[in-house]
């Protein structure tokens, strides 16, 4: 007897939600889980399935009406609407994308297009309840360039190397980092992760981006006692020396490298 597990979903719904002048804005996704929609794939029984469409204008009917101001208070209020309303939805995931806008003005806002938060959401029916089995949280998009206070030398050299040792050099990466804490109630505000991880690239030496992500992990672990898992993915971006430069002059100039990055990753557990 074969077997098959099914989902189905809507993704990336727009939503902007102005309260008094204060502007929240994000994209919402969700998955529906539950076996019982198995008929629709079977025999074309649609009689069970909530439409997409309907899905979209819940989490926007919802999305409105929740009174939380983080991502994940919105996730949770829309997922709790929806497994109350519809018993046939065995459990949800849900993941939503910040918009980033800053605030410049009293009531005006400039979208950055930048970094943003990102939250992650799993929800599932036990007894008669409905409880949050999965949390995950993060920042991502970052791009970040610091002009001195990273090395990357003592690597392996055979016929193959062809980049120099540099002890000191400018470091442009791309940065996305996520976690997860002890508790799935326990919460921690992209913002203050975001801080630490920029206080920790302006100060810390490093000998290569592993070195310098170990440090961020470190220092992420110690500074938020929630927090039960971090983990980094990272693009090395930095650009090459221009040749024939004057090599007594303070100014250097760096232009971009061959279009292939370095990928580092780093899951930290406590």
């Given at each position: 007897?074969?077997?098959a597990?099914?989902?189905?979903g809507?993704?990336?719904?727009?939503?902007?939600?102005?309260r008094g002048?204060?502007?929240?804005?994000?994209?919402?996704?969700?998955?529906v889980?539950?076996?019982?929609f198995m008929?629709?794939?079977?025999s074309?029984?649609n009689s069970r399935?909530?439409a997409?469409d309907?899905?979209k204008?819940?989490?926007?009917?919802?999305g409105?009406?929740?009174s939380?101001d983080?991502?994940d208070d919105l996730?949770?209020?829309?997922?709790r609407?929806?497994?109350?309303?519809?018993?046939?939805?065995?459990g949800?995931?849900?993941?939503?994308?910040?918009?980033?806008?800053?605030?410049v003005?009293?009531q005006?806002?400039?979208?950055?297009?930048?970094?943003?938060?990102?939250?992650?959401?799993?929800?599932?029916?036990?007894d008669?309840d409905?409880v949050?089995v999965?949390?995950?949280s993060?920042?991502?998009?970052l791009?970040?360039?610091?002009?001195?206070?990273s090395?990357?030398?003592?690597?392996?050299?055979?016929?193959?190397?062809?980049l120099?040792?540099?002890?000191?050099?400018?470091?442009?990466?791309?940065?996305?980092?996520?976690?997860r804490?002890?508790?799935?109630?326990?919460?921690?505000e992209?913002?203050?992760?975001k801080r630490?991880?920029?206080?920790?690239?302006?100060?810390?030496?490093?000998e290569?981006i592993?070195?310098?992500?170990?440090?961020?992990?470190?220092?992420?672990?110690?500074?938020?006692?929630?927090?039960?898992?971090?983990?980094?993915?990272?693009?090395?971006?930095?650009y090459?020396?221009?040749?024939?430069?004057?090599?007594e002059?303070e100014?250097?100039?760096?232009?971009?490298?061959?279009?292939?990055?370095?990928l580092?990753?780093?899951?930290?557990?406590?």
């Amino acid at each position: 007897m074969s077997s098959a597990l099914i989902s189905y979903g809507k993704l990336e719904v727009p939503l902007q939600r102005i309260r008094g002048t204060e502007l929240m804005g994000c994209t919402v996704s969700m998955e529906v889980l539950g076996q019982g929609f198995m008929p629709a794939y079977t025999s074309g029984d649609n009689s069970r399935v909530v439409a997409t469409d309907s899905m979209k204008n819940i989490i926007l009917g919802q999305g409105s009406a929740c009174s939380g101001d983080s991502l994940d208070d919105l996730l949770e209020h829309v997922g709790r609407h929806f497994l109350s309303v519809y018993p046939e939805m065995e459990g949800l995931r849900m993941w939503a994308r910040e918009q980033p806008f800053v605030p410049v003005g009293r009531q005006l806002y400039s979208e950055t297009g930048g970094d943003h938060a990102v939250a992650e959401l799993e929800l599932a029916r036990q007894d008669d309840d409905v409880v949050v089995v999965g949390r995950r949280s993060g920042q991502v998009g970052l791009r970040l360039l610091k002009t001195t206070g990273s090395a990357f030398t003592r690597f392996v050299r055979d016929e193959s190397t062809t980049l120099p040792e540099r002890g000191d050099r400018p470091l442009y990466i791309h940065l996305d980092v996520h976690w997860r804490c002890e508790s799935v109630r326990d919460r921690i505000e992209p913002a203050a992760v975001k801080r630490t991880i920029l206080a920790v690239f302006d100060d810390f030496v490093s000998e290569s981006i592993q070195h310098l992500v170990h440090r961020m992990a470190e220092v992420l672990l110690d500074e938020f006692p929630a927090m039960a898992e971090v983990s980094f993915r990272s693009e090395n971006h930095t650009y090459d020396p221009i040749v024939a430069q004057d090599p007594e002059s303070e100014v250097k100039g760096y232009t971009s490298a061959f279009p292939a990055w370095g990928l580092i990753t780093l899951t930290f557990t406590r």
